[in-house]
Structure formats: structure tokens, C-alpha cells
């Protein structure tokens, strides 16, 4: 019976290292570059551009004019509910490894089922700190004929390129190598 308890102790252990992976990944930088053409003239894009992230809460921080550069950053907070999900599985995960801390070692009586309130809280915690960020949006005229348009090399976060693909696509007529919607990360 010892042996059934160690092995689920082991399995207990290998969960929990599994969401500290997914605290981690759920807070990873996905700064992303892509470059994105128009064939509309390069002050009327990067313009609109400008417009809709300033909407979306971005602001300019500054740029360099030789290198033809807009800078913005903006403040990214975390899901609240994924920091509550997060929370659950950690509160769980902790109270199965006190379960069977408990049947290990029954001396230890019912202390071990308090790792449940210390794991969920921690866990949200942990997340929060982590995905809670500054985040910096980096717009780089790389061409701009005014008979062939513009392109555009912008660095930032994965999701917020998808957004501003998805969202300007029509009326600014920008189009990428179509990466970022194809990706399944």
C-alpha cells in the first residue's frame, strides 16, 4: 500500500511542476516582428495606425526620425480570469499533495491539507506579477514609394499584431505574409 501512495505522491509532484510550466508559459514575452505592405502612401498608414493603438490605449514614446522609427508602450494587465482558473488548479493540485502527505505520513495529522489555501492564492499571485507588464510597440517605415506603397516592420506583442491584422486589414489594406493567423502558437 506504501508503494501505491509513493507513486501517487510522485504523480502529485510531476502535476505540480507541470503548472509551474503553465504559470510560466502563461506569462511568457511573445514579441513578435512582422512586416506588413500597403499599396496606400506611408503618412496615411502609419497615421492610422497611430490613431487605432493610441484608441486601444497605447502611447507614443517618442521615435527617431533617421532610422524612420514610432515608438508606443502601453500597460498589459493580466486575465482575471485566468488568474482565478489558475488559482483553482493550484489550490487543488496543493490540497491532492496534502491528501497524500496525509496517507504517507499519518503523523503529520491534517496540517498538510493547509498547502490548499496556500497553493491557490500563490498561484494566482505568481501569474499576476509575472503577466501584469509595460508592454513596447516599435513601427519602422522600411519603404515607402509612394507608387508601390509602404512596409511597414513592426515589433510587438504577438496578439496585438493579430488584432491589428485582423482589425486594419480592410481599411488601411495592410497585408502580411499571413503568419500570424496561421500559427497555431
Given at each position: 500500500m506504501?508503494s501505491?501512495?509513493s507513486?501517487?505522491l510522485l504523480?502529485t509532484?510531476?502535476l505540480?511542476i507541470?503548472l509551474g510550466f503553465?504559470?510560466?508559459?502563461?506569462?511568457?514575452?511573445?514579441?513578435?516582428?512582422?512586416?506588413?505592405h500597403?499599396?496606400?502612401?506611408?503618412l496615411v498608414v502609419?497615421?492610422?495606425i497611430?490613431a487605432?493603438?493610441e484608441e486601444?490605449g497605447?502611447?507614443?514614446?517618442?521615435?527617431?526620425?533617421d532610422?524612420?522609427?514610432l515608438?508606443?508602450?502601453?500597460n498589459?494587465?493580466?486575465?482575471?480570469a485566468l488568474?482565478l482558473?489558475?488559482?483553482?488548479?493550484g489550490g487543488?493540485?496543493?490540497?491532492?499533495?496534502?491528501?497524500?502527505?496525509?496517507?504517507?505520513f499519518?503523523?503529520?495529522?491534517?496540517?498538510?491539507?493547509l498547502?490548499?489555501v496556500?497553493g491557490g492564492?500563490?498561484a494566482?499571485l505568481?501569474?499576476?506579477?509575472?503577466?501584469t507588464?509595460?508592454e513596447?510597440l516599435e513601427l519602422?517605415?522600411?519603404?515607402?514609394?509612394?507608387?508601390n506603397?509602404s512596409?511597414?516592420?513592426?515589433?510587438?506583442?504577438r496578439?496585438?499584431?493579430?488584432a491589428?491584422?485582423?482589425?486594419l486589414?480592410?481599411?488601411?489594406?495592410?497585408?502580411?505574409?499571413g503568419?500570424?493567423?496561421?500559427?497555431p502558437i
Amino acid at each position: 500500500m506504501q508503494s501505491v501512495f509513493s507513486s501517487t505522491l510522485l504523480l502529485t509532484l510531476l502535476l505540480a511542476i507541470g503548472l509551474g510550466f503553465f504559470l510560466r508559459a502563461a506569462s511568457k514575452d511573445r514579441t513578435t516582428v512582422v512586416d506588413i505592405h500597403s499599396p496606400m502612401a506611408p503618412l496615411v498608414v502609419l497615421d492610422g495606425i497611430s490613431a487605432w493603438l493610441e484608441e486601444r490605449g497605447w502611447r507614443r514614446d517618442g521615435g527617431d526620425a533617421d532610422r524612420q522609427v514610432l515608438r508606443f508602450h502601453g500597460n498589459v494587465a493580466s486575465s482575471g480570469a485566468l488568474a482565478l482558473f489558475l488559482s483553482i488548479l493550484g489550490g487543488l493540485g496543493s490540497g491532492c499533495l496534502g491528501l497524500v502527505l496525509i496517507q504517507l505520513f499519518p503523523e503529520l495529522g491534517w496540517w498538510p491539507l493547509l498547502l490548499a489555501v496556500i497553493g491557490g492564492p500563490v498561484a494566482g499571485l505568481i501569474y499576476r506579477e509575472r503577466s501584469t507588464r509595460v508592454e513596447s510597440l516599435e513601427l519602422r517605415l522600411i519603404s515607402s514609394a509612394e507608387k508601390n506603397g509602404s512596409l511597414l516592420r513592426i515589433r510587438a506583442h504577438r496578439d496585438e499584431l493579430i488584432a491589428m491584422e485582423l482589425e486594419l486589414a480592410k481599411t488601411l489594406e495592410l497585408a502580411s505574409d499571413g503568419s500570424l493567423l496561421s500559427s497555431p502558437i
